[in-house]
C-alpha cells in the first residue's frame, strides 16, 4: 500500500498508511499531532471530467454533505471529528474502529448464525435510524461499510450521504454504491430515500446469513438487470430471519418493513421467537406486514477471532503507535469484585443511568426512547416515562430529588416531576444531540451539552441563561461541581465557568465521552476515546495524574464518600483508589459495552449495551 508518512494534512494529520480505497475515495491512517491520538482520513475523489463551474459545486456539496455526516451521533454509528480542505481536495476526520469488516468475517468464518445477524441488523437499524433523523441518507449500506469489535457494530462511510431535500449528484443518472446492495428505485435513476438504506439492510443481512448476495450478476449491469427484473433469491440458512430480510428487499419503499416493524421482528429472532406475519389493515399496501412491535429486550453479539484487518472503505485498527497508551493491556481482572446484588431489564441498549440524591431512585434511559424508574430499596419497578422522539443519551437529577432531566438524540430536554411519574416541562434548545445534562448544586440551574454548544438554563422559568461556544467545536460533555463550578470539554479543550468567569484547563487527547466531579467539588475526572481518564484539579488548573484503559472510557463515577472512582471500558468495569490513583479491582460489567455508571450509598449501578441495569455491593 501506498505511504503517506511525509504528507500532513491541513498542518495536523500526519498520514501513515492506506488502509482502504473505494470509487469515492481513499482512506488513510493517520496520526492528529495537535491532539494526540489516532484517527482515519479519507480523501474524498472528486470527478476531474467536469466544467470548472460544476466542478465547484461538486466541491461545495460534497463538503455539506460531509459536515451533516458529522451531526450524527450514535454509539452504532463511526464518528466524523470535521471536514478539511488541504490541497484542492476535501478530507474527512474519523475515528478508528478496531474490528472486521462483515464481509471479510463471512468469507473467512462463514455465514452468520441468524439470532447473530439479527443483533447486528438491530445495532445498523439504530445507527440508521440517527442518520434519518438527522435527514442523512447513507446510500451505501453493505457487508465492507460494517465494522464489528467486541464491543460495538459501527455503520461507517458516510462519505457518498446525502441531505434530505438536496438533488442526486449526478444529473446523468449515474448511481453511486456498491450495486448488489442498490436499491431498486435508486436503479432506476431516483433519488435516494431512508427507505432505501432498509433495501440496503436487508440485503446486507442476506450476505450475512447465506453468504452470498441477494442478486447475482457477472458485472454492474447484470446486477442491477436482476435487482429490477427478477426477485431476490429465497434465503436458505436464514431461518427466523427470513421474514424480516423478505420485507426489507420489497421492490417499492413504501412496500418495505418501516424501522419500527424491523426492528420489532429482529428483536423476535434474538428471543427465539418466531416472527409473525398478518395482513394490514384496509387500505394497506401489502398483504404482508408484521405484528405490533412488542416489549423488547436485545443485546449486541460479540465478534469471534477479531483480528484486524483493512478492506476498501473501511476503517480498522489497531492503527495507533505500538507504544501509545490505548494499546497497554488491561490490567488482570481481580477475584472476587463487588458482589452482583441484582438484574434490571431495561429493554433496548442503554445509554445512561442516574441515582436520585436522597438514594431511593435509579433512573436508565436508551435506545427504545424510554426512561425507566425502579425503586432501589426494594429493586421494583417505580415508572417507565415516554416522551423523547428517539435515543436518550443522558439523564440527571435535581438535587432534592423530585425533578429528573432526560435528553438525547431528539434534540429536546424533558424535565419530569419524580412524584407524578409525568412530564413537567419540554426545552428546544436547538442544539443537536445533546449528550449531557447537569444540575447545579442549588437546583436553580441546569446546563445542557449539545453538538453545537453548551447552555445553561434557568430552571424555575425554563429560559436561556447563557450560551457557550467557544469556536466551531463540537461534541461537548460537561459537568457541575459541588461548588458550582461548570467544567466543559470540547473536541480539543477543557474549560471551567465559575461564578466569577471562565478559564480553560487544558488540552484533551480525545473525544471526551464522561466526566464526573468527586464529592469535594474540586476533582473532575474526564474519560476519552484513547482510553484515558485524566484527573483533573479544578482549583489549582492542574493535571494530577492518567488513568490507562485498553479501550475508550464510556462511564466515569465517584463515590459518595469520594475514596472510589469507577471507570467502564469495553465490558469491563474498574474501580480505582482515588487518592493513589491505583487499581483497586476490575470485573465483568456484563455480556456488552458498559456504558453508564452511577453511585449510591454502598452501591455501584451500572447500564450496558445488554439491555440490563446492574446493581453492585461494594
Avoid at 156 to 183: C, K
Avoid at 297 to 318: D, Q
Wanted: aromatic content about 6%.
Amino acid at each position: 500500500m501506498a505511504d503517506g508518512r511525509e504528507r500532513v494534512i491541513a498542518g495536523q494529520y500526519r498520514l501513515a498508511d492506506e488502509i482502504g480505497r473505494g470509487g469515492f475515495g481513499v482512506v488513510w491512517r493517520a496520526w492528529d499531532e495537535r491532539l494526540r491520538r489516532p484517527v482515519a482520513v479519507k480523501e474524498l475523489f472528486l470527478p476531474t471530467y467536469l466544467a470548472a463551474d460544476q466542478l465547484e459545486e461538486r466541491r461545495r456539496r460534497s463538503l455539506r454533505e460531509a459536515r451533516a455526516a458529522a451531526r450524527i451521533v450514535h454509539p452504532n454509528a463511526v464518528t466524523v471529528y470535521e471536514v478539511v480542505e488541504h490541497d484542492e481536495s476535501l478530507w474527512i476526520v474519523m475515528e478508528l474502529v478496531d474490528g472486521r469488516a462483515l464481509n471479510t468475517i463471512v468469507r473467512r468464518d462463514g455465514p452468520l448464525p441468524p439470532r447473530r445477524a439479527a443483533a447486528i441488523g438491530l445495532a445498523l437499524l439504530g445507527a440508521l435510524r440517527a442518520a434519518h433523523a438527522a435527514g442523512v441518507v447513507h446510500r451505501d449500506v453493505k457487508p465492507g461499510n460494517v465494522l464489528i469489535s467486541e464491543d460495538r457494530v459501527v455503520l461507517t462511510d458516510f462519505g457518498i450521504a446525502t441531505i434530505e431535500g438536496d438533488p442526486s449528484l449526478t444529473n446523468s443518472g449515474f448511481v453511486m454504491g456498491a450495486p448488489a446492495y442498490t436499491a431498486p428505485e435508486r436503479a432506476r435513476g431516483e433519488p435516494a430515500v431512508p427507505a432505501s438504506d432498509l433495501w440496503s439492510l436487508g440485503a446486507t443481512l442476506f450476505y450475512a446469513v447465506e453468504g452470498r448476495r441477494p442478486y447475482p450478476g457477472a458485472n454492474a449491469n447484470a446486477v442491477f438487470n436482476a435487482i429490477l427484473n427478477g426477485r431476490p433469491a429465497k434465503p436458505q440458512l436464514a431461518g427466523p430471519l427470513g421474514p424480516v430480510i423478505q420485507g426489507l428487499l420489497r421492490q417499492e419503499p413504501a412496500d418495505r418493513l418501516t424501522p419500527d416493524q424491523a426492528a420489532s421482528l429482529l428483536t423476535d429472532v434474538l428471543e427465539d421467537r418466531v416472527p409473525r406475519l398478518r395482513s394490514l389493515p384496509a387500505g394497506g399496501r401489502d398483504a404482508d406486514a408484521v405484528m405490533p412491535a412488542r416489549p423488547r429486550r436485545t443485546w449486541l453479539v460479540a465478534a469471534a477471532a477479531l483480528l484486524p484487518v483493512a478492506a476498501a472503505g473501511v476503517v480498522v485498527g489497531p492503527l495507533w503507535p505500538r507504544d501509545h497508551p490505548a494499546r497497554r493491556p488491561p490490567p488482570p481482572a481481580s477475584s472476587p469484585g463487588p458482589h452482583l446484588l441484582a438484574t434490571l431489564p431495561a429493554g433496548d441498549s442503554v445509554y445512561t443511568v442516574a441515582v436520585s440524591p436522597d438514594g431511593r431512585t435509579v433512573a436508565a434511559g436508551g435506545e427504545d426512547r424510554t426512561v425507566r424508574m425502579w425503586n432501589l430499596a426494594d429493586r421494583r419497578p417505580a415508572a417507565t416515562l415516554k416522551g423523547h422522539g428517539n435515543a436518550v443519551f443522558t439523564a440527571a437529577f435535581a438535587p432534592d430529588s423530585h425533578t429528573l432531566a432526560t435528553a438525547g438524540y431528539d434534540g429536546d430536554v424533558l424535565l419530569w416531576d419524580i412524584a407524578g411519574h409525568r412530564r413537567s416541562a419540554r426545552l428546544s434548545p436547538g442544539q443537536g444531540t445533546i449528550g449531557a445534562v447537569a444540575f447545579s448544586p442549588d437546583g436553580r440551574r441546569l446546563a445542557t451539552a449539545g453538538t453545537t454548544d453548551v447552555q445553561v438554563w434557568d430552571v424555575a422559568s425554563r429560559t436561556r441563561v447563557r450560551t457557550l461556544r467557544p469556536g466551531a467545536e463540537s461534541q461537548f460533555s460537561l459537568a457541575y461541581s459541588r461548588r458550582g463550578w461548570l467544567a466543559y470539554a470540547s473536541t480539543d479543550r477543557l474549560r471551567m465557568l465559575r461564578p466569577k468567569g471562565g478559564s480553560a484547563l487544558g488540552p484533551v487527547t480525545a473525544l471526551v465521552r464522561a466526566m464526573a466531579f468527586d464529592p469535594g467539588g474540586a476533582t473532575v475526572a474526564v474519560g476519552d476515546d484513547n482510553g484515558e481518564v485524566a484527573l483533573w484539579d479544578c482549583a489549582a488548573a492542574r493535571r494530577l495524574g492518567t488513568l490507562h484503559h485498553d479501550r475508550a472510557v464510556y462511564a466515569v463515577a465517584f463515590s459518595p464518600d469520594g475514596r472510589t472512582l469507577a471507570t467502564a471500558a469495553g465490558r469491563t468495569i474498574t474501580l480505582w483508589n482515588a487518592a493513589t490513583r491505583s487499581r483497586v479491582t476490575s470485573f465483568s460489567g456484563g455480556r456488552g459495552l458498559v456504558s453508564a455508571l452511577a453511585f449510591a450509598p454502598g452501591t455501584l449501578v451500572s447500564g450496558g449495551y445488554d439491555g440490563t441495569v446492574r446493581l453492585w455491593r461494594l
